[in-house]
Structure formats: structure tokens, C-alpha cells
């Protein structure tokens, strides 16, 4: 599918588009993914919200997966069974014909998953009571027992951008859930297991009254992907920085040193310079990392302490400056905004 899509992005790029969203669904289907979790999914690729009305309950949904009230009604609403329908809000001529592909898939998606025989418009989203971190540890045992999972076993938890294409399938529960960084979608797995899918984030092992743990340790190895490779981004690879970095606020830009790096990451030379530094031993290992004379590191190198303040080949300093890079990365992570939508 993914070779598919490479050749015909460069023929067509709205069937590579229309390809994606077939794609998508197939694995939320594959999945078992839950209700809210379907209409998220739409709601990112069409990059607007999407409704389900079952009755007259109506679930809204907006691109980052968060719920919204009910507004209007619709103008064109895509049937799925009696008395259910779903509709994108705000259609245009422009965006028809991919809003038609995602509506029926996502109609096809909800066939399969709706039991008819439910009250509720949406199922319980055992998924969230499980990752949220404000979740008690009661509820969190609640929803693992609802969801298969033993509560004195120990678990990782792995999420992909909506897009990815997984080679191994996760076995384990999955879902769409809502982060603040768009949706993503979710599946606990065996602390062995080797789901794979380009991007994903593997999480730190965990118990089930500690999972959100592993999925904010997940979020953070799936934003340091560079999306450029199908190698797994894992939590364990940075030991405890992962949980740290899970815990520091996102919004915070005028820390000095990240400051530092800002300015030094403006240069053409200046991410890669970083990274070559914190991962060797000496400039001129680190010249050797990053395909340059070590002439040339030395000068990069006296630009980078001039920049930061502080030397960063000393022990403290190259610790300030791997945790500051590692913040840049994550607020200029990219990883979540590769989805096809109707202005790609």
C-alpha cells in the first residue's frame, strides 16, 4: 500500500489522498476501533467536524478529537442504517470528492461497529477511562477488566499517527484517542510484542493503574520521530528523559536555553550540529557524525557555546543542551501533520 501510495502521490495526488483514507479506515476497522474514535478519524482527515445523529442524539467531533455540541442540522448527511446518518460540516465544491470517499468509509466503519441494539449514541471509551491521566486507579481497573486486560500484568502502550500503515498489527485493545496534539491512534500490546508502522511511538512498560504513563511516554517517542525512517521510536531509548519530558509543559518558550537552541537551529547546520554533539564524546567524534572536517565542528562548536553561554562539551553543559534540543524537537515535531487533507 505504501509503495502504492508513493507512485501515485507524483501521478495523482488526489487518488493518493482518496488511498490514504480507504487505508485509514481499513485499519480502525481491522481495529475494532470504537465509535468516537471512527468519527475523530474523519474529523482529521476531512480536517473539520464530523456528526453521527442515531436518533435524535446527535455526537459532533472536531479535528483534534475533542467532542463539541450539536449545531444545525446538516445539509448533506451520508446514511449508514435506519436512522443513522453522519455528515462533515462546511462541504465545498473543492473538497466533494474526498469528502464523499470519507464519509463512506466511515459509514462502512460504523455498519460493522454499531450494535444495533444500543441505547447510547456512542459506546463507553474504555481506551480513555485507561490512558487519561486524570482517571482513578479504580477506573482505569474497571475499564482494563471491560477491555481484556489482566490488572496485575504489565503492558506497553503504542500509538501511531492515523495515517501510518502498520506492518504488524497490534494485538491488544486499540482505539482513536484525543491528545492536544491531534488524534492518535492507540493500542496496548505485550511488553514483547513488536507492532510496527511508520511512524510510531512506543511507550515505557507499565501497570494497568499506571498507563497513562506509558501512553504520555509513547506520545513523546512518536513526536521525536523524524518521521523520515520505519525504524520504532521508543521511550525505553531515553530512559528516565522520557517520563521527564512527558511532565514538562509544552507552552513554556522562554526558557534561556531553549532560547539558545532556537537561534542556533535557525543555521542551515544547526540541528544537526546539535544532535552529532550530544551524541558523541568529543568534537571530533562528533565531526564524524555529522559528515564534517573537524575543523569545521571546532568553528560550529565556538558559535554553539557563544550562543548557549555555556560550554557544551563539559558534563552539565552537554546535559543542558540535550534536554533543551530535545524540547525544540518536540515543539517543532511534525510527526502528527503528515495526514492528507483537503488542502494537501
Not at 511508520?198 to 506520545?219: H, K, L, N, W, Y
Not at 552529532?276 to 564524546?281: D, E, T, Y
Request: hydrophobic share 45%; proline share 5%; aromatic share 4%.
Amino acid at each position: 500500500m505504501q509503495e502504492l501510495l508513493g507512485r501515485l502521490t507524483a501521478l495523482d495526488p488526489a487518488a493518493s489522498q482518496s488511498l490514504r483514507v480507504i487505508a485509514c479506515f481499513d485499519e480502525l476497522i481491522a481495529g475494532d476501533v470504537g465509535v468516537h474514535g471512527l468519527l475523530s478519524a474523519a474529523a482529521a482527515l476531512a480536517g473539520r467536524p464530523v456528526c453521527l445523529a442515531r436518533g435524535t442524539a446527535v455526537t459532533r467531533v472536531d479535528s483534534h478529537g475533542g467532542s463539541m455540541d450539536p449545531v444545525g442540522a446538516p445539509i448533506h448527511a451520508h446514511p449508514v442504517m435506519d436512522d443513522v446518518e453522519v455528515w462533515i460540516e462546511n462541504p465545498a465544491d473543492e473538497t466533494a470528492e474526498l469528502d464523499a470517499i470519507i464519509l463512506e468509509r466511515l459509514a462502512l466503519a460504523l455498519l460493522i461497529r454499531l450494535d444495533t441494539k444500543r441505547t447510547s449514541a456512542v459506546p463507553p471509551r474504555d481506551m480513555t477511562l485507561l490512558l487519561e491521566r486524570g482517571s482513578s486507579a479504580t477506573d482505569r481497573r474497571d475499564a482494563a477488566a471491560r477491555l481484556g486486560l489482566a490488572t496485575n500484568a504489565r503492558y506497553r502502550i503504542v500509538v501511531a499517527p492515523l495515517f501510518a500503515t502498520w506492518t504488524r498489527n497490534p494485538r491488544g485493545p486499540e482505539d482513536v484517542v484525543a491528545t492536544p496534539f491531534g488524534p492518535v491512534h492507540a493500542a496496548v500490546v505485550d511488553i514483547d510484542a513488536a507492532p510496527a508502522a511508520s511512524p510510531v511511538g512506543i511507550g515505557s512498560i507499565a501497570q494497568v493503574e499506571e498507563m497513562d504513563r506509558s501512553f504520555r511516554t509513547a506520545m513523546i517517542a512518536l513526536r521525536l520521530h523524524d518521521g523520515s525512517s520505519n525504524e520504532n521510536s521508543r521511550a525505553d531509548d531515553l530512559g528516565g528523559l522520557a517520563e521527564m519530558l512527558a511532565d514538562l509543559p509544552d507552552d513554556r518558550h522562554d526558557d534561556g536555553d531553549q532560547m539558545a537552541v532556537e537561534i542556533i537551529a535557525s543555521h542551515r547546520w544547526g540541528a544537526i550540529t546539535i544532535d552529532a554533539l550530544v551524541r558523541s564524546g568529543s568534537v571530533r567524534e562528533a565531526a564524524r557524525i555529522a559528515h564534517v572536517h573537524h575543523s569545521t565542528m571546532t568553528d560550529r562548536v565556538e558559535i554553539i557555546t557563544d550562543t548557549l553561554g555555556f560550554d557544551p562539551m563539559s558534563g552539565i553543559g552537554r546535559t543542558r543542551l540535550n534536554l533543551a534540543f530535545l524540547r525544540w524537537r518536540l515543539r517543532t515535531s511534525r510527526v502528527l501533520e503528515l495526514v492528507p487533507t483537503r488542502n494537501a
